[in-house]
């Protein structure tokens, strides 16, 4: 993957934002919808965007689709995404964003005993 692709998807605010939140760990479509405060078909477009370039990945869990960053990236993808981690630092409005973030449900979907952790 080159930079140019790379920057290419990050060029929109939106999967700017879902990529830093993803740095966090893995999310459903809701804890992004959530956070972004947009509706759930544009999280789904901008992360269909972002899985057909490779810059995320996704699993079902139950009836929830899990999003989070590729496992193996490669070595461009990795650079960049040391570098998005390091300016995420002093970025008010991605913090005052990750906050909401957080004070949200950490589960979604399915536990592993298949009892919902949010409706």
């Given amino acids: 993957m080159s930079s140019a692709w790379i920057y290419e998807c990050l060029c929109d605010e939106t999967r700017l934002r879902i990529v830093q939140f993803l740095l966090e760990g893995p999310l459903c479509v809701c804890h992004l919808q959530e956070a972004l405060g947009i509706s759930q078909a544009r999280v789904s477009q901008h992360l269909a965007y972002l ?15 899990i999003y989070s960053l590729p496992k193996t990236p490669g070595p461009d993808l990795k650079k960049h995404l040391a570098l998005l981690k390091d300016c995420s630092l002093t970025d008010e409005k991605f913090h ?13 979907g399915p536990a592993e005993n298949g009892t919902p952790t949010k409706a």
Wanted: with cysteine; hydrophobic share 40%.
């Fill in 51 to 65: 899985r057909k370039r490779g810059m995320v990945e996704s699993r079902r869990r139950g009836t929830w689709m």
């Fill in 96 to 108: 005052a964003a990750l906050k909401k973030l957080r004070l949200m449900s950490a589960g979604c």
